[in-house]
């Protein structure tokens, strides 16, 4: 007979997946049930219309307002290069991660709450990225993006696959937030404490790339609900440096050497059986 209670996924704290609420018996409340004043952000004008009225653009109605910090690159790259890049992604092997996740990692090995970053095993953004970071810098809002971190998400219905609302760190991490979606699209959920009724849905179109930034980024917070997930998904998030790391700062010297080791497009996955595990924000 199976051991029930063998370890079945990566869920930790309050965090659940489909996996861990069917062996406890414990399924959970979606929490977009408590949101009571829902909106969809429209990318054509940038403005966040409330769902019960909001129609395709520019066909729009009901009273809207600006939500700034998003960028939205609709098919930004072709079916062939989805692909391809698919296929190289699941040439390494994934990592459980919480809520139903799995995840692969090309980055520092970081301590957030301790502040403090390890080098010595990061070797780099992967080879199949270097073509993904040259089409994105085309752009001008990310000619400057220079990512020194990539983390492969893959995302499940059948696992539950969710992520609760929350920053990305700000200590390491800086503005832009750049998100590659591939094989099935989804819904970024933003919400601010200021407007505790409220949810902002902003689409994520398969083979799109979002940005998020400005406002966005640090005053609203993002999840995806479980509900959002129809199939599976893969999230290419890249990641730059905040200011303490660039310029002048006191850990520029260290910013630079992250920056040479990121952009060699060498990478080896993190946890992949290469390189040891590492937190990650």
Same mark, same amino acid.
């Given at each position: 007979m199976a051991n029930i209670n063998r370890k079945t996924c990566a869920c930790?704290?309050?965090?659940?997946?489909?996996?861990?609420?069917?062996?406890?018996?414990?399924?959970?409340?979606e929490s977009r049930n408590l949101a009571q004043e829902i909106y969809n952000y429209c990318p054509e004008c940038r403005k966040a219309w409330p769902a019960s009225d909001s129609m395709q653009h520019p066909s729009h109605r009901g009273d809207s307002?600006?939500?700034?910090?998003?960028?939205?690159?609709?098919?930004?790259?072709?079916?062939?290069?989805?692909?391809?890049?698919?296929?190289?992604?699941?040439q390494t092997p994934f990592v459980d991660s919480q809520s139903g996740r799995r995840k692969q990692d090309f980055g520092p090995k970081v301590n957030f709450k301790k502040r403090?970053?390890?080098?010595?095993?990061? *070797?780099?953004?992967?080879?199949?990225? +270097?073509? @993904?970071?040259?089409?994105? /810098?085309? =752009?001008?809002?990310?000619?400057?993006?220079?990512p020194i971190e990539m983390c492969n998400l893959e995302y499940m219905p059948e696992r539950g696959s969710a992520i609760d609302p929350?920053?990305?760190?700000?200590?390491?991490?800086?503005?832009?937030?750049?998100t590659v979606n591939l094989l099935s699209g989804s819904i970024l959920c933003m919400t601010c404490d200021e407007y505790p009724s409220m949810e902002v849905h902003i689409?994520?179109?398969?083979?799109?790339?979002?940005?998020?930034?400005?406002?966005?980024?640090?005053?609203?917070?993002?999840?995806?609900?479980?509900?959002?997930?129809?199939?599976?998904?893969?999230?290419?998030?890249?990641?730059?440096?905040?200011?303490?790391?660039?310029?002048?700062? *006191?850990?520029?010297?260290?910013?630079? +050497?992250? @920056?040479?080791?990121?952009? /060699?497009? =060498?990478?080896?996955?993190?946890g992949s059986g290469v390189n040891k595990c590492f937190i990650s924000g």
């Open positions: 930790k704290g309050i965090r659940y997946c489909l996996l861990c609420e069917t062996l406890k018996n414990d399924i959970q409340p307002f600006e939500f700034e910090g998003v960028f939205l690159w609709t098919d930004f790259i072709t079916e062939v290069e989805e692909q391809d890049l698919c296929q190289q992604i699941d403090k970053l390890k080098c010595n095993d990061f *070797s780099g953004l992967p080879n199949y990225s +270097k073509a @993904i970071y040259s089409k994105m /810098t085309t =752009n001008s809002l990310l000619q400057d993006f220079i929350h920053f990305d760190d700000f200590w390491l991490w800086g503005e832009r937030l750049v689409p994520m179109p398969r083979r799109s790339l979002l940005v998020v930034y400005g406002p966005a980024r640090y005053k609203w917070k993002h999840s995806i609900h479980r509900q959002d997930i129809r199939g599976r998904r893969l999230a290419m998030t890249f990641r730059e440096l905040s200011d303490e790391f660039r310029g002048q700062s *006191s850990q520029s010297e260290m910013g630079q +050497k992250l @920056i040479n080791i990121a952009l /060699t497009f =060498n990478g080896i996955a993190v």
